[in-house]
């Protein structure tokens, strides 16, 4: 078969058969990082908004916050980098925990979910003197997590 014969336009700028699957190709390639940007954003969004919901749950543990905002400050002062909501609630999920099982935890089981977390915290060595108290990284980020958050 000729090539001649399958030009999709006659003249001096016709395209083959060929041509045309090779430009289809090229088209498909070049738009497999923005589709998969696509999917990802989605999934994104989901977990994003399950942060969200982990990160008001927590909130809700301290009904009145008192001294905390000045503790959750300082720490968010003193952290390098500075760790964003996200970021906090993260660091106080307990592993394996998803974001989504803490904002369904029921009030007891999530406050000896994270005494658990302060215990090991203060048996590992993981803690810091903050405006002269000594506490572990679990109760500054749940402090943190309070400016972070509103009620």
Known sequence: MSEDRHRFREGRDAWNRRQVLQGLGLAALAMTPLVGRIAFSGTAGAEEAALDSAAKRLRSLFDDPGDLGGLGREY?????????????????????????????????????????????????????????????????RLAALVVLTPA
């Open 76 to 140: 968010l002062a003193t952290s390098a980098p500075r760790p964003d909501r996200a970021a906090l609630v993260r660091h106080l999920l307990p592993p394996g925990t998803s974001p989504q099982r803490i904002a369904e935890m029921q009030t007891e089981q999530l406050r000896s979910t994270m005494a658990s977390m302060i215990q090991a915290d203060l048996r590992d060595g993981r803690l810091m003197v903050i405006e002269g108290w000594l506490l572990s990284e679990t109760e500054l």
